[in-house]
C-alpha cells in the first residue's frame, strides 16, 4: 500500500499548528525582542546586540559557566549513581523489581519545590545531617557550607532528576539479549570484560537519552537553587526569572534565555551523537 | 508374562573407547522440573551428533551443559577425559553457536570473529591474519567491515560460525542453529555445515527438533525424551530399528500391526497380528511377548496382483495424496488394519491407486521392525 504524500498533510495539521503556535511563535518571538531595547519599562523596537554585548560581563559569564558546570556535574553524578541502580534493577532484580521500579518513580509524583524544601531541613545547621555529624561527635559547630552553597544546590538536583536517568538505561538494560552476554563468556571473556565490551556500549543509547533527560532541566532549574543555593549561588534560570518578573528586562531576559537554549541545544545534539551505537538499527 | 521393557538392547552402542565428551548420570532441575534426568552418554570424536527431540525434552539443556554455560546438579561430564565441571569457558574445548546467532550488534563481522581471540592475549597481527582467514573459509571477505544488521540471516549465521571456529575448538555446539533460515537456505546451510565439519575434523553436538536434519546431517543421532535419552544411534539405526514408538514417530511415519509373537525362527519372529500371520525381524523378543510391528510407508510393496504370498495382506485404498514425487495412499486392510505407504509417483502401480479399490500389499520380514508394545497396556501383567 503506497500512501500519497498529499493525503498526509491534512494529518500533520492539528500537529504542525501546535507547534507553531506554542513553540515556533514563542521563540521567533523572543529572537525579535532579544535585539530590542527597554526604555521607561517598554519595549522600544529597534535593532541592538547590546543585550549580547551585556552577557559577556564577568557577572553574566560567570552565572552562564557556573549554570553549565552545575549542570554537568549534576549529569555526570546522576550517572553514576543511576547506572548501578538501573543495572542491578534490570539484570539482577526479579521478583522485587516492580516494587523498586515504583519506589524509584515514586518522588515524582510530590512537587520538586517540597523536595527542595526538604533538602533544606535536611541540610540546614540544625538539620538531620548536623544532628547526626553532631551526634556521632565529629563536629560540636554546626556545618554552615551544607545549605546555600553549589553543594547543596547539586546534591538536591541529582535527587531531583535521578529518575529520569534510570529509566531510560533499565529500559535499553532490561531488553539487552542475555545470549550475548552468554556467547561473550563462551568466547572467553570475564564477566567485568563481557561488561565493557558488551553491556556497557549497548546501553549508550540509554545512557544518552538518561544524560539528556537530567541536563536539561537541570540545566534551566530555578526552583532549587533559589532555595538552596540563596544569593551565592546564582543559576541562570533565576537571572532569567528576575530579568522579566522583577526589573522588566524583557529584552535582556530574552537574550538570557535564548543564550541557556542554544547552550542546552548544542549540548543535546552532541549527547545524540554519543548515544548512536553504529550496528544499532 | 515378563516385563516387555528394558529387554530390548539399545542398538549402535557408541563405542567408549574414542569418545570425546562422556557424560556421566547427569541430572539437572530448574525448580520442580526436572530437565535431565540421569543422562549417560559418550560422543565420539570427530563426529557429527545430533541430540533429537520435541521442544522442553531436555536436549538444549545437555549441550548448554556440555558448554559450561549451566551446571548439572549432579554427574559428571568429562571432555577428553578431563571432567570439565568447574572449568570456565575459556578453559574449555567447547564453543557454542547460539540459536539466533548472538552475534554482537555494535561490532563489525571482522571485530566479532576477533573477539575470542582478543580474550586469548594473541598478538594483534595473528589476531588479524586468523580472522581473514577464518572469514574467507566461511566466504564473508568482503564483509568484514559489516555489521551484523547488515546482513542476511545465512550470512548472520557464517558469521556466527566463523567467531566459533576462529578459536579452533575440539567441539562446536550448535543450538538450533537453522531454526531462523527459510527452507532454502536451510537446505544450503546443511549442506555448508557438513562439509565444514569434515574438513575442520572437529566433533560438532548439534541440537535440532527438525528429524530430517538429523537424519541428514548426523554421523550419531541421539534422540532424547523428556529429559531422557530415548535412543542413540546411526541415522540409519534410528529410522530403520527404533527402540521404542516414541522413537519411531518422531522420526517419520509408521503404520503399526498390534501382535503377540508366536515362534522364533531363524528369518525372525512369526507374529499373530488381527490382519493375519507376518514374519518380521527385530530385537530379542520372546514367544508370548505382545508387540508392535511396524513399516515404514516407503518400504510396504504395492502389488496389484493378488498374490497370497507370505507376509501380504489385502487392503483398500482409503485416500491418496499426490505430493509430487510420490503418493501418500492410506489403506485398510482386514480387522480396520490402517497402513500407510508412499510409492512414487510415476511408478506403474500408482495407475492402480483409486480410492475404493482393493490391492494386495506385502509387508517384507526385514522391513517389519518389532517394537515392545507400549508399557501401560502391559502394567497389570508385569508384576513378578
Known amino acids: 500500500m503506497r500512501t500519497g504524500r498529499s493525503s498526509i498533510v491534512p494529518l500533520l495539521t492539528p500537529a504542525t499548528a501546535w507547534f507553531g503556535l506554542f513553540f515556533a511563535l514563542p521563540i521567533a518571538a523572543m529572537l525579535v525582542v532579544s535585539f530590542w531595547v527597554v526604555a521607561n519599562y517598554q519595549l522600544v523596537p529597534t535593532f541592538t546586540l547590546t543585550n549580547y554585548t551585556k552577557l559577556a560581563q564577568p557577572l553574566y559569564l560567570s552565572i552562564i559557566v557556573r549554570t553549565f558546570a552545575i549542570a554537568t556535574i549534576v549529569t555526570i553524578l546522576a550517572a553514576l549513581v543511576g547506572y548501578p541502580v538501573a543495572y542491578y534493577l534490570a539484570r539482577r532484580l526479579k521478583r522485587l523489581r516492580v516494587f523498586v521500579l515504583t519506589l524509584i518513580v515514586l518522588p515524582l509524583w510530590t512537587s520538586y519545590l517540597v523536595r527542595s524544601f526538604a533538602w533544606m531541613l535536611v541540610l540546614g545547621t540544625s538539620g538531620a545531617f548536623n544532628w547526626f555529624l553532631q551526634g556521632i561527635g565529629v563536629t560540636d559547630q554546626p556545618v554552615r557550607w551544607f545549605l546555600y552553597t553549589e553543594f547543596a544546590v547539586i546534591i538536591a538536583l541529582v535527587h531531583i532528576y535521578l529518575p529520569f536517568f534510570i529509566l531510560p538505561v533499565f529500559a535499553v538494560l532490561d531488553k539487552l539479549d542475555d545470549r550475548l552476554l552468554e556467547a561473550s563468556s563462551d568466547l572467553g571473556a570475564s564477566p567485568w570484560t563481557s561488561f565493557w565490551t558488551v553491556t556497557l556500549p549497548l546501553s549508550r543509547p540509554g545512557i544518552s537519552t538518561g544524560c539528556l533527560l537530567v541536563f536539561i532541566p537541570a540545566a534551566g532549574s530555578y526552583v532549587s537553587p533559589e532555595l538552596l543555593g540563596g544569593p551565592s549561588v546564582l543559576m541562570i534560570g533565576s537571572v532569567i526569572a528576575q530579568q522579566f518578573g522583577l526589573v522588566f528586562e524583557y529584552a535582556f531576559g530574552s537574550a538570557l534565555a535564548l543564550t541557556l537554549m542554544t547552550g542546552i541545544l548544542i549540548v543535546a545534539l552532541g549527547l545524540l551523537r554519543i548515544g548512536k551505537v553504529q550496528g544499532l538499527k | ?384
Not at chain 2, 354 to 361: D, N, R, V
Request: net charge neutral.
Open chain 2, 1 to 384: 508374562m515378563t516385563i516387555l521393557a528394558g529387554k530390548i538392547e539399545p542398538m549402535g552402542t557408541m563405542t567408549a573407547e574414542h569418545s570425546l565428551i562422556e557424560i556421566d548420570r547427569v541430572r539437572k532441575s530448574f525448580g520442580a522440573h526436572t530437565a535431565i534426568d540421569n543422562v549417560s552418554l559418550a560422543l565420539g570424536e570427530g563426529h557429527f551428533v545430533t541430540l533429537l527431540g520435541p521442544s522442553g525434552c531436555g536436549k538444549t539443556t545437555l549441550l548448554r551443559m556440555i558448554g559450561g554455560l549451566e551446571t548439572p546438579n549432579s554427574g559428571s561430564i568429562r571432555i577428553a577425559g578431563t571432567p570439565v565441571e568447574s572449568f570456565s569457558p575459556i578453559d574449555r574445548p567447547t564453543r557454542m553457536v547460539f540459536q539466533s546467532y548472538a552475534l554482537f550488534p555494535h561490532m563489525t563481522v571482522e571485530k566479532n570473529v576477533a573477539y575470542g581471540l582478543q580474550r586469548r592475549r594473541i598478538p594483534d597481527a595473528e589476531i588479524k591474519a586468523k580472522v581473514a582467514a577464518q572469514l574467507d573459509v566461511v566466504g564473508l571477505s568482503e564483509k568484514a567491515k559489516s555489521y551484523p544488521s547488515e546482513l542476511s540471516g545465512g550470512q548472520q549465521q557464517r558469521v556466527a560460525l566463523a567467531r566459533a571456529l576462529v578459536t579452533k575448538p575440539r567441539v562446536l555446539l550448535l543450538d538450533e542453529p537453522l531454526a531462523a533460515l527459510d527452507l532454502k537456505l536451510r537446505q544450503r546451510m546443511q549442506a555448508e555445515l557438513k562439509s565444514l565439519q569434515r574438513s575442520a575434523a572437529i566433533t560438532f553436538v548439534y541440537v535440532t527438533h527438525d528429524q530430517h536434519e538429523a537424519l541428514g546431517l548426523s554421523d550419531r543421532v541421539v534422540v532424547m525424551e523428556k529429559g531422557r535419552v530415548a535412543q542413540r544411534g546411526t541415522p540409519a539405526e534410528i529410522y530403520h530399528r527404533p527402540a521404542n514408538r516414541y522413537v519411531a514417530e518422531f522420526v517419520g511415519d509408521i503404520s503399526i500391526l498390534d501382535g503377540t509373537v508366536r515362534t522364533i525362527e531363524d528369518g525372525g519372529a512369526r507374529i499373530e497380528t488381527p490382519a493375519g500371520m507376518f514374519v518380521a525381524s527385530g530385537p530379542t523378543v520372546r514367544s508370548g511377548d505382545k508387540v508392535h510391528a511396524i513399516i515404514r510407508p516407503e518400504s510396504v510393496r504395492v502389488a496389484v496382483a493378488s498374490g497370497d504370498g507370505a507376509n501380504t495382506l489385502r487392503a483398500t485404498v482409503e485416500s491418496a495424496t499426490f505430493r509430487g514425487a510420490d503418493m501418500l495412499v492410506e489403506f485398510r486392510g482386514p480387522a480396520d488394519v490402517r497402513i500407510q505407504t508412499s510409492i512414487s509417483s510415476t511408478a506403474p502401480e500408482a495407475a492402480a491407486i483409486i480410492p475404493g479399490h482393493t490391492i494386495t500389499l506385502e509387508l517384507p520380514a526385514t522391513a517389519l521392525w518389532l517394537i515392545p508394545a507400549e508399557r501401560n497396556s502391559n502394567a497389570s501383567e508385569s508384576s513378578p
